[in-house]
Each structure stands twice: as C-alpha cells, then as structure tokens.
C-alpha cells in the first residue's frame, strides 16, 4: 500500500515544531549567552574576593612595591587583574602594570565599582579600563585593616569571555546538527513502524467491531484506511451507547444518594471506600475525594471501622451508635448490611441527635416535675397526718399546719398553670391572634400588681420610656412575661435595691428591658437560665416560690412574637433581662 502522502505529512507534522523550537532555543541560548557568562564571571569574582583578601589583609603594612609585587604573585598566570586601591582612590598595585606605571595611575575612587564597593561594603561594573583601555568584568570589596582602609579590586577581561562564548556557539551548532539527524532518523523510524503496524490496525479494527472494547485504534483521514475507519466508526457507535446508558444509570444512582437524608458509604470488600454520599460527608465532616481511602482516615472513628471490619468478617449485618465530635456533638447511628459475595458492604448513618436530645429533655422532664410535685405533696401529706394525730385539738397549731397545707396547694396550682401555660405556648407554635397591644398599659398593669412585693422589699423602682410605635400581639401572654420578668428582679434582688426598667424602639424592633441590683447569675449558668425547671440556686428559689418555669415561658413568649430575649449578668452586682420584639403594626 502507498503511503507516501500520509508519510510525508507525518514528517512535515512531526519535524516542524521540533525544528522550530530547536532553532528559536538556539537563537535565544546564543542571544543570552553573553550576559550569562559575564554574571557568571562577576558572580566567581565575587566568590575569591573574600579569599584574596585574606591573603591580603594581614600583608597590608608591607611597602608599596612590596604589594605591587604581591599581587603580581597572586595573579601570575591567570587573566585575572587585581587593583590594590587606598579608600582615598590612590592605587597602591596593580597586578597588570608596572611599578612605574602604578605610581602614574589616576584617581580611581570615581570608578562604579570602588565608589559603590566603599559605600556598601562590595560593588561590581561591565566597563572599558581607562587605564588599559580594555572591556573588564570589575569586582571590588573593602579591606579595613589597621594601616587603613583599602579597595581590593578583581577584574576579567571581556576578550576571554568572548572567546568563551564563541567555543559554546560552536558546540549550539554542533548539538542542533545531531538533533536534526537524530530526528530525521526518528521519522525513517516512524514511517517504517507505520507500515509495518497497517495490517495491524486492520485486524485491531475487526476486533473492535468484534465487541472487544479493550482494543483501540486511531482513526486516520487517508482514503486507503477507509475500511479501518468504517469499522471503527461503528464500534465508536456501540460504545457510546452503552456509556449513555451506564452514565444514565449511575445519574439516576448518584441523584437517588445525593437527596437522601442519611448518609450512604459503600466499601470493597477489603474496607476501602468505593462511595460516600453527600450526606454522609456532612455527618463526617469529609472535605474532598474519599474514594479510594479506609473509613478510619476519612472519620477518625473507631466504632466506625470496627463495624465494618466486623460486618466483612463476619458477612452479617450489624448496627452501632457514635458521637461525632463538634461543637456540637452529634449522636449518629450507624446501620451496616452486607452487599454480597465479593461485593462489600453498605454502612447507612442517620444522625440522631434531635431524638437523642429529644429523649433527654422528656427525662429531665419527668423527673423534674416528679421532683416539684413530691415535695409539696410530701409537705400536705406531713401537715395533714399530723392534724389527724392530734394537732387538730391545739387551736394555734392547727391554724399554722392549715396555713402551710394551704401554702403548698397554692405552689401546686402555680406550678400546674406554669405547665399548662407553657404547654399551651408550645401548641401555638407560632400561631397566635394578633390584636392591638399597648405595651405601656401592659407594664403599668403588671407594676400595680407587683406594688406590695415592690413595697416589702423597698425596692426602688425606676421607669424609663418613650413612645412607642403601635404593636399587635397576644395581650395575655405579653402580660404573662413582664410580669416574670419583673417578679425575677423583685425576688432576687437584695432589701433596698433598684429595678430600673426601660421600654423604647430601637430599629425595627421593640425593646424590653429589666435592670436589677440583686444577687445576679453564674456565668456557667447564663446559657441555661432560659430551660426549664433550671434554678441557679435551687434552695433559694424555692424558698421564693418558684416553680422554675418563669423564665422558660418568657423565651417561648418572644418567640411565638417572632422575637428573642438575652440576658447579661455580674454575679453579687445584678442581671439585665431584654427581651427584643420586631414592629408589627395593628
């Protein structure tokens, strides 16, 4: 078969950018090379600098034809020039002049190299000598000694480097002339495989047609390799079929993972990760690739890797539950089944950690409520057996125990609207009636009902306000949170004490805020004063009657207003409630 055309284009395609980069190095090598080699001359200049001048140092109280014999010394058989200069610019040697001419050199201290040498402490300059009338390479370094301070200049001539220059040029040449011959024997090469490998990539061709995908042949545009090219062209039809068809189904794969709420991790069966779904990599905190790469890399978690190294080794399912670290922590359960026989396995992670909290809260609930309810009752029950044995015939007695029973049934009650109340905000979730409030009206109701609490305690009262945009709202609830705020100050402050309270906009939002002198709150226990049943100081408060719900249903309040509440506080210095209600306009 001729193959001349496609040879010769093969050639044209293969040895013209090499030819072009070849020569367009070789111009740049050759435009370059100059400065190199005078870089490089300073930069080894400027390396003996420091070794001749140690040679020179310790000589400098030598006579002056004494030196200029030295440097003769130094530079005997080299190209190198060295110059021995005062600081005042005298030249004291010169290892390229005689004595006589040494002592009728000029000034040199306006020379580049001295000048910036003196200043800086070394200095270097590309010139022609004044004094040999040479193109040098000057080097220049400050000798401070104790007969003064000297110049100790090295110089080469630009002649040499030229020379230099010229020999490297040569060897360009003779390296682009081998390149050359070794591509054109690189081409012979190419063309003689070519026509070897046709009958090849004929019967390569049939078996792509074949079905045997593993085998590929590039498509040529010559006439003479149509066959090969029809017989790929339908293979390449086959194969992007079925790729469509693979791609589809792994996109139906991935976008089915992708939207799941649990995370998804699949392993081979020797424990390393083949997928790990969106999901999962949040749960994780997994950033970039995690194919390829063991569980234990990826999470840092042992649980994790012990279930599924148990699950391979056992070929059964299995089912953990690990805390991932934070902050904050979450609880996740892991849930491991076995993908088949040489397949692996799939672990499902869900993280867990409402309902973990969720459980919590009902516990803590439980017992809290059974605690607020066992001691009241308790007390009745202490009260009431006592008057059945014989107290009901002491008139005083009998009154106290009464009095405390019914004192204790008020507690109950307060507790039991407490719950209802909180209970009743719960089910709201949000969904309360509006209707035009006047916050001011509100506040003043509250402060009439606390006067005598305010007038046992002599507790100095101080309002601050100014008017206020109109407000929608559920007036009962409003209500229900001024005065809790109000009745925490008032109970928790000390005889005397003040309680200054403020109503005013700010932004878009109404702002309520109660100030207090009392006893104030932990800072480890500013961020639960809010929970319920939460008591900073448990003996305290129920000594004062509360039930630990007050402040829990402040926060539940604010936020059926779509607001918030804070709180700030020194302990033994007072507590600052505020409570942040947005504008709603009636």
């Known amino acids: 078969m001729r193959l001349s055309f496609f040879s010769n284009r093969l050639r044209i395609a293969l040895a013209l950018p090499v030819l072009t980069a070849l020569l367009v190095s070789t111009g740049i090598l050759w435009l370059l090379l100059g400065n190199l080699l005078q870089q490089s001359a300073a930069r080894q200049l400027l390396d003996t600098l420091p070794i001749v001048a140690n040679s020179i140092a310790d000589r400098l109280t030598l006579q002056p034809r004494e030196l200029q014999d030295l440097v003769q010394e130094l530079t005997s058989g080299t190209e190198v020039r060295l110059t021995l200069i005062r600081a005042d610019g005298v030249v004291v040697a010169d290892s390229s002049r005689s004595w006589e001419q040494v002592q009728r050199m000029?000034?040199?201290?306006?020379?580049?190299?001295?000048?910036?040498?003196?200043?800086?402490?070394?200095?270097?300059?590309?010139?022609?000598?004044?004094?040999?009338?040479?193109?040098?390479?000057?080097?220049?370094?400050?000798?401070?000694?104790?007969?003064?301070?000297?110049?100790?200049?090295?110089?080469?001539?630009?002649?040499g480097l030229r020379a230099l220059r010229r020999n490297l040029g040569w060897m360009l040449l003779a390296a682009s002339i081998a390149a050359l011959l070794s591509i054109s024997g690189l081409l012979w090469w190419m063309q003689r495989r070519i026509s070897t490998a046709l009958p090849e990539l004929f019967a390569g061709a049939e078996r792509l047609e074949e079905g045997d995908f593993n085998h590929r042949v590039e498509l040529p545009p010559e006439p003479e390799l149509a066959r090969v090219g029809r017989f790929l062209n339908r293979v390449a039809e086959q194969a992007e079929t079925r790729i469509d068809e693979l791609e589809i189904e792994r996109g139906h794969l991935t976008a089915v993972l992708s939207s799941m709420g649990e995370g998804v991790l699949v392993t081979d069966t020797e424990g390393f990760v083949w997928l790990a779904n969106r999901a999962f990599k949040e749960i994780f905190g997994i950033r970039g690739e995690a194919c390829g790469r063991s569980a234990l890399e990826l999470t840092r978690q042992t649980q994790l890797e012990d279930l599924i190294v148990s699950t391979l080794v056992k070929g059964m399912g299995s089912t953990s539950e690990i805390q991932v670290g934070g902050p904050p922590t979450r609880h996740v359960a892991l849930a491991s089944t076995p993908l088949g026989e040489g397949l692996g396995i799939v672990v499902v992670a869900r993280d867990i950690t409402d309902l973990v909290?969720?459980?919590?809260?009902?516990?803590?609930?439980?017992?809290?409520?059974?605690?607020?309810?066992?001691?009241?009752?308790?007390?009745?029950?202490?009260?009431?057996?006592?008057?059945?044995?014989?107290?009901?015939?002491?008139?005083?007695?009998?009154?106290?125990?009464?009095?405390?029973?019914?004192?204790?049934?008020?507690?109950?009650?307060?507790?039991?609207?407490?719950?209802?109340?909180?209970?009743?905000?719960?089910?709201?979730?949000?969904?309360?009636?509006?209707?035009?409030?006047?916050?001011?009206?509100?506040?003043?109701?509250?402060?009439?009902?606390?006067?005598?609490?305010?007038?046992?305690?002599?507790?100095?009262?101080?309002?601050?306000?100014?008017?206020?945009?109109?407000?929608?709202?559920?007036?009962?609830?409003?209500?229900?949170?001024?005065?809790?705020?109000?009745?925490?100050?008032?109970?928790?402050?000390?005889?005397?004490?003040?309680?200054?309270?403020?109503?005013?906009?700010?932004?878009?939002?109404?702002?309520?805020?109660?100030?207090?002198?009392?006893?104030?709150?932990?800072?480890?226990?500013?961020?639960?004063?809010?929970?319920?049943?939460?008591?900073?100081?448990?003996?305290?408060?129920?000594?004062?009657?509360?039930?630990?719900?007050?402040?829990?249903?402040?926060?539940?309040?604010?936020?059926?207003?779509?607001?918030?509440?804070?709180?700030?506080?020194?302990?033994?210095?007072?507590?600052?409630?505020?409570?942040?209600?947005?504008?709603?306009?009636?």
Do not use: W
Not at 410 to 439: A, M, N
Not at 530 to 551: A, I, M, P, Q
């Open 357 to 586: 909290r969720l459980t919590q809260v009902r516990r803590d609930f439980i017992a809290n409520i059974s605690h607020e309810l066992k001691t009241p009752l308790s007390a009745i029950r202490g009260y009431a057996e006592t008057l059945r044995d014989g107290a009901m015939e002491e008139p005083e007695a009998s009154h106290r125990f009464l009095g405390r029973i019914l004192q204790q049934c008020s507690r109950l009650q307060t507790l039991l609207e407490d719950l209802l109340t909180l209970s009743k905000l719960e089910i709201l979730e949000g969904q309360i009636e509006r209707q035009p409030v006047d916050l001011r009206a509100i506040l003043d109701d509250c402060l009439e009902t606390l006067a005598p609490q305010i007038g046992d305690r002599q507790i100095q009262l101080q309002v601050q306000e100014v008017p206020l945009p109109s407000q929608t709202g559920d007036a009962e609830a409003l209500q229900r949170l001024f005065i809790n705020l109000l009745e925490n100050a008032i109970k928790y402050n000390r005889e005397g004490g003040r309680v200054t309270v403020h109503l005013r906009p700010e932004d878009e939002e109404v702002v309520f805020q109660v100030e207090d002198t009392g006893i104030g709150i932990p800072a480890a226990s500013l961020d639960r004063v809010f929970e319920r049943f939460y008591r900073v100081d448990k003996g305290r408060s129920r000594d004062e009657g509360g039930t630990g719900l007050g402040l829990a249903i402040v926060k539940h309040v604010a936020q059926l207003h779509g607001g918030r509440v804070e709180v700030e506080s020194t302990l033994g210095e007072g507590s600052t409630f505020r409570v942040y209600l947005p504008v709603s306009p009636g």
């Open 106 to 159: 000029d000034d040199h201290a306006g020379r580049p190299e001295i000048s910036t040498a003196l200043e800086g402490g070394q200095g270097s300059s590309v010139r022609r000598s004044d004094t040999t009338g040479l193109q040098y390479v000057y080097t220049a370094r400050v000798i401070d000694s104790e007969s003064g301070r000297y110049v100790l200049r090295l110089a080469q001539p630009l002649a």
